[in-house]
């Protein structure tokens, strides 16, 4: 028997089931954004959705509807087979919770396969998502990690989520480094992803956790926006700069951006800013990436460019309190936090 359930009922059955989400839309709608950890096996590709698309807008309804029952039927063997591999509760879902999504839980039914539709497809777990980090009351202190660029705190956040410290990293969610180059070797999410991607994470620490970690990102991150829950959150939070020599700052923009394998794309990104810089130093430093001479380019960057960016940023966070780390590397840095947060902890216990 078919059944419709909502995203909130989901939620409930999951918390004593696993769940299976199956996306059926198009390819490119799943890669787009789709609920975290669902599977794609789409009923329509991307040619013969369009196809579909172009016959209901010029022909008509019907003509639309006999189109895709002609192509869904030379593919129902496969699309059920894919499903028989897949174990456990399975929730499909399309764009509305419409043609597509039924005619798969349907045909599954008949099959055998139990499965659940998705009450609103993928539209309504999206309004979930807003509406949930709209209301949500993220009831951690914030650690925020400060520091001029180069100073590794993604990296020190990482080293302590692979120790099992409640991390939450902005960054990784919105798969971007936060500056003008930070999409080099990377491919940025979009606003759907991110989110939906953060309340996964702002659910985890909601009840479990006393703090959580973050860095300190301004209100964009690539091509998404940060919610006013982490913006107030991060405002109020115990500050903890990280300061490290500048060579080592230096190494470690070089290990982690990788200019001799992204030389155009940091040409191009470099093209964005040098118009803020003094014409002399700007000609120097794009000529510094032309030769490959990267270590230089990034010492000039940091000197005339990001580090005095920095110090106007950190003049907002003056009022907080602010914990100074002084390290001679990532790994002394990571201890240091470390130390300081199980201090905390017992302080607060």
Known sequence: MLRDMTFNDLIHVQENKELVF???????????????????????????????GTIYKQVSVQAAKDRGLEIVSAKLPAFIKEFSKIPGEKVVFCWRGGMRSKTSATVLDLMGIRTVRLQGGYNAYRKWVVNTLEKMDL???????????????????????????PVLDLEGLANHRGSIFGQIG????NQRTFDSLL??????????????????ESKRVGKVMLPDLIMKKKEQGLQLIIELPFEVRVQHILEDYRPWEYQKECIEAFEKIKNRIHTPI???????????????????????????RYSYTADQYSHNAKITIYANSIDEATAKVEKVLKEKLVITN
């Open 22 to 52: 199956i996306d059926v839309r198009s390819p490119s709608e799943y890669h787009e954004s789709t609920i975290p950890g669902s599977i794609n096996i789409p009923l329509f590709d991307d040619k013969e959705r369009a196809e579909i």
């Open 139 to 165: 009831k951690a202190d914030a650690y925020v990690l400060h520091g001029l660029t180069g100073t590794g705190k993604t990296a020190i956040l990482l080293k302590l989520k692979e120790k099992g410290y």
């Open 199 to 216: 309340v996964n994470e702002l659910l985890q620490w909601q009840e479990n956790t006393p703090y959580v970690l973050m860095e300190a």
């Open 186 to 189: 990377q491919i940025p999410n």
């Open 282 to 308: 700007a000609a120097e430093i794009e000529s510094k990436l032309h030769q490959a001479e990267y270590g230089q380019a990034v010492s000039l960057l940091l000197e005339y460019y990001y580090d005095p």
